[in-house]
């Protein structure tokens, strides 16, 4: 079994070179392949409920269905928080990744995003609309520089937000010379199950909340009026509205009202979610794509791209490395790896390598390798953020909780 070197990477990023790197761990439920598993929720094209995301997969020349138990989005979130934190712990290498930060003042204290943490990464509308000095960021030339990178000279990305390079970005409400960064990194946890067949049911699960005071709560109206109003500042604007409207009608009928709504009391069992679901195989699967890292050039020379290229797998696999290490997902889903990650690498013409996987100390020693051939071959220089902006203040006013696309 070969390791991951530079010189592998360095090889797949030149013309001609492999197509893909592939990563795949087979996992079962940590409590045993007994216990079902919570997959991801998405919201249903009509209605309120939430859905599970089903879709056929083969599975040993087999057509079976398989359940989206991890999705690519969130695969890469996933990757993209872990290099978030090794950022924050100040990492000797990954501290020095160029990033975009804009600041938020909430309640006298600096909140920071950077494009590692927002949904459109470099091109997100939380720095679009943010300023430096009185000037609109879309005003400044640095981040024009950024917007009019090419694949013909990435280098202003490189070197400003490399993480856009490599999970990806499109500059959407750009007028024109719109930025389309395909993600050279996608991957996915799946799960295998029995096909539901016409006629079965919608499997649920129980919910319930046991109240040590009382199972039901009552107040008048008046009462509950003061529960909200001393708690409105805590309270969603919608919910503060509503419950006082409740409050006034209970009032005025003279009738008590459940204070269910503001966390008192209990909730009966009942089945009203989601159940889990069975699975018999579980596979998490990442793809590192070099074919689309070789459509990138940086401005350097063949030798200078290719070290550029590498630089970029490097970090890609960084962030893989992080993320594998923690199965961490949601509630009812703990997941444990059922044995040795198996990494291949194809070599054209139907012929592969075995390589060995890389962990966090590995994957962190190959990022520096990666990091000072690029230095050398094509003066890369990572210093940190290269633009801190401040955030428009009304954003964060108008900022309101809901639900998301997909719970994780």
């Known amino acids: 079994m070969n390791p991951i070197s530079l010189d592998l990477l360095l090889s797949a990023a030149a013309p001609g070179g492999g197509s893909c790197l592939a990563s795949t761990t087979e996992l079962e439920p940590a409590g045993g392949p007994h216990c079902a598993v919570a997959p991801a929720k998405f919201a249903a094209p009509r209605g309120k409920e939430s859905v599970y995301a089903y879709e056929k997969r083969y599975l040993d020349g087999e057509l079976r269905t ?59 509308g939380h720095i679009r609309a943010a300023s430096k000095d009185g000037v609109p960021v879309t005003d400044l030339p640095e981040y024009r520089a950024i917007r009019d990178a090419t694949p013909g000279n990435a280098r202003a990305l490189l070197e400003a937000s490399p993480i856009t390079l490599v999970f990806g970005g499109w500059d959407s409400s750009r007028r024109s010379r719109q930025g389309r960064w395909r993600s050279a990194l996608v991957g996915e946890i799946i799960g295998f199950c029995r096909a539901d067949k016409e006629g079965d049911r919608r499997p649920l699960r129980g919910g319930a909340r046991v109240d040590g005071v009382g199972m039901q709560m009552l107040l008048s109206g008046k009462d509950l009026r003061e529960v909200v109003t001393r708690q409105s500042g805590e309270l969603s604007g919608k919910s503060v509205e509503k419950l006082l409207k409740e409050a006034d009608k209970a009032a005025k009928e003279g009738k008590p009202i459940s204070a269910s709504a503001v966390g008192l009391g209990g909730i009966p069992p009942a089945l009203n979610q989601l159940a889990g679901v069975a699975c018999d195989r579980i596979i998490r699967t990442h793809v590192l794509s070099f074919a689309t890292l070789r459509q990138m050039r940086f401005g350097a020379g063949a030798a200078g791209d290719q070290a550029c290229r590498a630089l970029l797998a490097a970090l890609a696999l960084n962030g893989l490395a992080r993320a594998d290490a923690e199965l961490y997902l949601r509630a009812n889903c703990d997941l444990r790896e059922v044995g040795t990650t198996t990494v291949t690498l194809d070599q054209r013409g139907g012929q592969t390598i075995s390589l060995a996987p890389l962990g966090i100390k590995e994957a962190d020693a190959l990022l520096a390798d990666a990091l000072l051939h690029a230095e050398r071959e094509a003066g890369v220089r990572w210093n940190g953020p290269v633009l801190e902006v401040e955030g428009n203040p009304a954003i964060v006013a108008g900022a309101v909780a809901g639900d998301a696309a997909e719970e994780e």
């Open 66 to 124: 398989a359940v989206i138990i991890d999705s690519k989005q969130s695969q890469l979130n996933r990757a993209e928080a872990g290099l978030e934190l090794a950022v924050e712990d100040q990492n000797p290498v990954l501290s020095r990744l160029p990033r975009v930060v804009v600041a938020y003042t909430v309640d006298g204290r600096v909140e920071t995003y950077s494009d590692l943490s927002l949904p459109h990464r470099v091109f997100d």
